[in-house]
């Protein structure tokens, strides 16, 4: 079921406006007004949210709080548009994106995203979109302002338009033969869509990949290696392996590449900053963004 009642802090977590700043607004302006519990808490509406949101955007855009609490509410939300349409306004595309997370509303998601693909690339939408709103579902899960699901839910859709727009780049022979990918997260390790889009990239500039996908043992390449001579693994560390473990996991992935002749190894994600870079050998390269893979593919 959508989340229907929100917390104070839920409201911060997701507006970026301070609890405290929030209570001002309320007790000054009446900008929004919540039910209270029994031992006084506050608890606001999907349409408080909604119009705190609206509030924050038109406020981050110059107009003083004073001012929008004498717009009438229904004018709002016209405010925005305005403000909106005048400006590549990505604070309110990622607000979209939010609300359309917290209600388990994919009509919402798929209109936001289609009216962004009017006049953006694949790409920009998820290099100006999609990742600005990935990190801040990180943080958000973090706090407790959502759950797993809402972060399953939104992650699973965008995980649909990056396949969809994959099966479109995708040449039936490849065109480039210098480097086959195999692509593959380590054990354990699930968060997948930096990968994947990493997948459409290299399929786009005409490369060979071979998608291995969620938790693969590392033992499992070796039968790959078999197959293709110029290969390059490329790996995600989002959690796993953890920084205890990961020097030690790449030392491991060495003793399976010395059987290969030509092994070459490409990660990234949030683990690599605990990498021992200065030990690696010459074949194994690490990378602190999707930026910087799309640049030396």
């Known amino acids: 079921m959508p989340k229907k009642v929100f917390s104070i802090r839920d409201?911060?977590?997701?507006?970026?406006?301070k609890a405290h700043t929030i209570r001002i607004w309320e007790k000054r302006y009446n900008l929004l007004s919540p039910e209270r519990?029994?031992?006084?808490?506050?608890?606001?509406?999907?349409?408080?949210?909604?119009?705190?949101l609206n509030v924050t955007l038109l406020y981050h855009n110059g107009y003083k709080i004073s001012k929008i609490a004498k717009i009438?509410?229904?004018?709002?939300?016209?405010?925005v548009k305005e403000v909106v349409s005048k400006k590549n306004n990505?604070?309110?595309?990622?607000?979209?994106?939010?609300?359309?997370?917290?209600n388990f509303d994919q009509t919402l998601f798929f209109d936001t995203y289609n009216k962004l693909l009017s006049t953006h690339s694949f790409r920009e939408v998820f290099k100006e979109t999609?990742?600005?709103?990935?990190?801040?579902?990180?943080?958000?899960?973090?706090?407790?302002t959502i759950s797993p699901a809402h972060e399953h839910f939104i992650t699973?859709?965008?995980?649909?338009k990056i396949l969809i727009n994959t099966e479109k780049v995708q040449h039936p022979t490849p065109t480039k033969t210098d480097k086959v990918f195999v692509s593959f997260l380590p054990e354990n390790e699930i968060h997948e869509i930096g990968l994947l889009y990493l997948n459409y990239e290299i399929l786009s500039k005409g490369y060979k990949c071979v998608?291995?996908?969620?938790?693969?043992?590392?033992e499992n390449l070796v039968d790959v290696m078999k197959y293709f001579e110029n290969i390059y693994f490329l790996s995600y560390f989002t959690v796993k392996p953890d920084k205890d473990h990961v020097n030690t996991y790449i030392k491991n992935f060495e003793n399976i590449a010395s059987k290969h002749s030509n092994p070459n190894f490409w990660i990234?994600?949030?683990?690599?900053?605990?990498?021992?870079?200065?030990?690696l050998p010459h074949y194994i390269k690490t990378f602190t963004s999707i930026e910087q893979v799309v640049n030396e593919l």
């Open 72 to 79: 009438p509410e229904a004018e709002i939300p016209l405010k």
């Open 11 to 17: 409201l911060e977590n997701l507006s970026g406006i």
């Open 268 to 279: 990234l994600g949030r683990q690599v900053k605990f990498v021992e870079v200065s030990q």
């Open 211 to 218: 998608y291995l996908g969620q938790t693969v043992p590392l």
């Open 156 to 160: 699973g859709l965008i995980k649909q």
């Open 90 to 102: 990505n604070s309110h595309v990622l607000n979209t994106f939010k609300l359309a997370m917290v």
């Open 130 to 144: 999609f990742i600005p709103l990935l990190n801040e579902i990180g943080l958000l899960w973090q706090t407790d």
């Open 37 to 52: 519990t029994d031992t006084n808490i506050r608890n606001y509406s999907i349409a408080s949210l909604q119009k705190l």
